[in-house]
T-cell receptor, first 115, second 109 residues
Framework: NAGVTQTPKFRVLKTGQSMTLLCAQD?????MYWYRQDPGMGLRLIHY???????AKGEVPDGYNVSRLKKQNFLLGLESAAPSQTSVYFC??????????????FGAGTRLSVL | RKEVEQDPGPFNVPEGATVAFNCTYS??????FFWYRQDCRKEPKLLMS???SGNEDGRFTAQLNRASQYISLLIRDSKLSDSATYLC??????????FGAGTRLAVHP
């Protein structure tokens, strides 16, 4: 009954360090997403993927890269972390992008602080 | 102006009260609408989809007014367990969900 699993749950980085956030889903979903959530703002889409081997930019892609080498995994990379990237990161997946069926299932989130 | 706007609250209500949340969206081409619930320091979870004719799920009723670009969520007979942040969500195009910042609800005994 895992659903969407994110690792790590917490991380503190120094400015300039790099890291990768891992998202894994066991629901055989085609579509996966990375969001960030900041106080007073809605979740904002960073990157998304419509299938294995494909990725696309979302609303706030700068400073992030992603890869979807396997259908069940979606990785989010920060090459050179900045304090502005301090946030809570959520991964999500969905079975369909059809209207009224785009129900997204979220992981528990990763709390990232960049000092 | 944000694409999806919500009153941030908090709404502080006693158990048993009826409470209504409103949401407006700016993109008239939006086709699908949802309410998600997010508990403190947890992930968002789908509460219900919103259909043009309005729909009900137990104590929860969602309404859509396309002409006014307005969505509402009504919670009847509030429970302590309803305390959470309620996110209004709009589907832009065919694949991008746009989230409101959320309305916080606190139900007290």
């Amino acid at each position: 009954n895992a659903g969407v699993t994110q690792t790590p749950k917490f991380r503190v980085l120094k400015t300039g360090q790099s890291m990768t956030l891992l998202c894994a889903q066991d629901m055989n979903h085609e579509y996966m997403y990375w969001y960030r959530q900041d106080p007073g703002m809605g979740l904002r889409l960073i990157h998304y993927s419509v299938g294995e081997g494909t990725t696309a930019k979302g609303e706030v892609p700068d400073g992030y890269n992603v890869s979807r080498l396997k259908k069940q995994n979606f990785l989010l990379g920060l090459e050179s972390a900045a304090p502005s990237q301090t946030s809570v990161y959520f991964c999500a997946s969905s079975y369909s992008m059809d209207r009224e069926k785009n129900i997204q299932y979220f992981g528990a989130g990763t709390r990232l602080s960049v000092l | 102006r944000k694409e999806v706007e919500q009153d941030p609250g908090p709404f502080n209500v006693p158990e048993g009260a009826t409470v209504a949340f409103n949401c407006t969206y700016s993109n008239s081409a939006s086709q699908s609408f949802f309410w998600y619930r997010q508990d403190c320091r947890k992930e968002p979870k789908l509460l219900m989809s919103v259909y043009s004719s309005g729909n009900e799920d137990g104590r929860f009723t969602a309404q859509l007014n396309r002409a006014s670009q307005y969505i509402s969520l009504l919670i009847r007979d509030s429970k302590l367990s309803d305390s959470a942040t309620y996110l209004c969500v709009v589907l832009r195009g065919y694949n991008k969900l746009i989230f409101g910042a959320g309305t916080r609800l606190a139900v007290h005994p």
